[in-house]
């Protein structure tokens, strides 16, 4: 029954990828893509290859052993959020990126060159300084995160998150910078910094974000709808560097540079090929459906969400702060020991309401970054609007990863925010920027960031015009 089962999903993903491609608002830049790209991996091929060489890692750690409906429900329900992610995606994002006249990323290099310069020299400082100290964590074994022996859910006990999470700004400042100076080869001294620094820490997500975001600028500006060949190039370091960091968390970088190697993790030595943890999120969502709620007894009724509210406040000032939500129903950690569990949205969507609740988080999060897709992309389709596109995509794979809400409110500020300093820089100095192209791909006469001058000018303008001629 189960092996129907992965033949079933195998061919519904094939099925689903030939109608996707068929689509006119098909192309990599799309959501939709990324989504099929991870439900590939992770839901289709890797449990291919999970059958073959009969996992069991993760089911040791966790103390659990799913049952044959489990496993099937697991499959079932990643390709229903696979179809409804599809389906809700193409409707709100139908169409195709409106076309940019070839001068304006020109012009507007020229006007972002000192805002973009201007919020490096500001962000950096503390981006560097904040991933040193992690850097230095990881070297010596010392982590300011615990696990609440009761949730499972980890909090910062030492320091505070914000200064840790800024070392996260060195990435989306590291794509602007490329991207201002045309991809050039010097212009990735700073993106090499970056990656080395992120390395070290044993982080991977950040640089597969950079990269991701790079590969979606450089596409949809160069009016490409699928690969091209320096993409495929960035595609292979990208993996090559996961798969290396993976293997000693950073280890390797940070001796290369003559620091503490700290412990390392020897995951390539001991488990089959893509056993190790960063791709599990089918055990993940195996484990959610084995305990919720024939153990359980009842569902989270998307009350995980609520976390949202609690988060930003560091914990330093709430000493009472909740751990995890402030409202929950149930604790996955007594029935098992999930460590580092990331649910995946097909996964917090049936913790949160079973099959209905797949169909809600697959289609709100297909909402979310399709209407990204039609507004930024679509409806205003200018330069800055890809850019700010290039760098919101970029969080797409990590939050189907984790499936939350949370999540992509959590990367926003730092992903998102030294882009936001960029565009607050041109309001202060009242610089104007490129026009911006309308649904029809032809940019208007002029499109101005005013101040409170050039409306009194526009209005005195308009007092002083003759009065129409009447006929």
Not at 346 to 362: C, E, K, N
Not at 378 to 398: D, H, K, M, N, W
Request: charged share 15%.
């Amino acid at each position: 029954m189960y092996d129907f089962a992965l033949l079933a999903s195998l061919f519904l993903f094939l099925g689903a990828c030939i109608a996707y491609a068929r689509h006119p608002a098909a192309s990599f830049v799309h959501p939709a893509t990324l989504y099929l790209a991870f439900h590939g991996f992770v839901f289709v091929f890797r449990p291919l290859v999970a059958r073959l060489y009969d996992f069991d890692f993760v089911y040791r750690l966790y103390g659990f052993e799913p049952g044959k409906m489990d496993r099937v429900t697991v499959l079932a329900g990643a390709s229903l959020a696979m179809v409804t992610f599809l389906a809700v995606s193409l409707r709100i994002a139908d169409g195709a990126p409106v076309p940019v006249p070839a001068e304006e990323p020109r012009r507007l290099r020229r006007v972002l060159a000192g805002p973009i310069l201007a919020a490096t020299a500001l962000v950096a400082p503390l981006g560097i300084a904040a991933q040193i100290a992690n850097w230095q964590r990881r070297a010596y074994d010392f982590d300011s995160m615990i696990t609440d022996a009761a949730t499972g859910v980890q909090a910062n006990v030492e320091g505070n998150g914000w200064f840790t999470d800024s070392a996260l700004m060195l990435a989306p400042v590291a794509v602007m910078l490329v991207w201002l100076a045309r991809y050039r080869g010097w212009s990735w001294a700073f993106f090499a910094l970056f990656a080395v620094l992120q390395a070290g820490t044993g982080g991977r997500a950040p640089i597969i974000y950079a990269l991701l975001a790079l590969a979606v600028l450089y596409l949809v500006e160069n009016r490409r709808r699928w690969f091209d060949w320096r993409v495929a190039m960035l595609a292979v370091v990208g993996a090559v560097s996961f798969q290396t960091i993976v293997l000693d968390r950073g280890g390797m970088v940070r001796e290369l540079v003559g620091g503490e190697r700290g412990s390392g993790y020897v995951a390539g030595r001991t488990l089959d090929p893509l056993e190790h943890m960063d791709f599990a999120n089918m055990e993940y969502f195996e484990y959610i459906v084995w305990a919720v709620p024939a153990r359980t007894g009842s569902w989270d009724y998307f009350a995980n969400n609520l976390q949202i509210f609690t988060e930003p406040v560091p914990r330093a000032i709430w000493k009472d702060k909740p751990y995890g939500s402030p409202v929950q129903h149930f604790q996955l950690w007594d029935y098992g020991t999930p460590i580092g569990m990331t649910a995946s949205i097909p996964g917090m969507g049936w913790m949160s309401f079973g099959w209905l609740g797949i169909i809600v988080q697959a289609g709100f999060f297909a909402a979310l970054y399709g209407g990204l897709y039609s507004r930024l992309l679509v409806r205003r389709g200018g330069s800055l609007e890809r850019l700010a596109y290039a760098l919101l995509i970029g969080t797409a794979i990590i939050v189907f990863r984790d499936g939350t809400l949370l999540t992509f409110l959590r990367l926003l500020p730092f992903y998102l925010g030294p882009l936001v300093l960029v565009w607050l820089a041109l309001r202060v100095t009242r610089r104007r920027t490129l026009p911006l192209a309308d649904s029809s791909g032809l940019a208007p006469s002029a499109v101005s960031l005013p101040g409170p001058g050039d409306r009194r000018r526009a209005l005195a303008s308009r007092a002083q015009a003759p009065a129409p001629r009447r006929r």
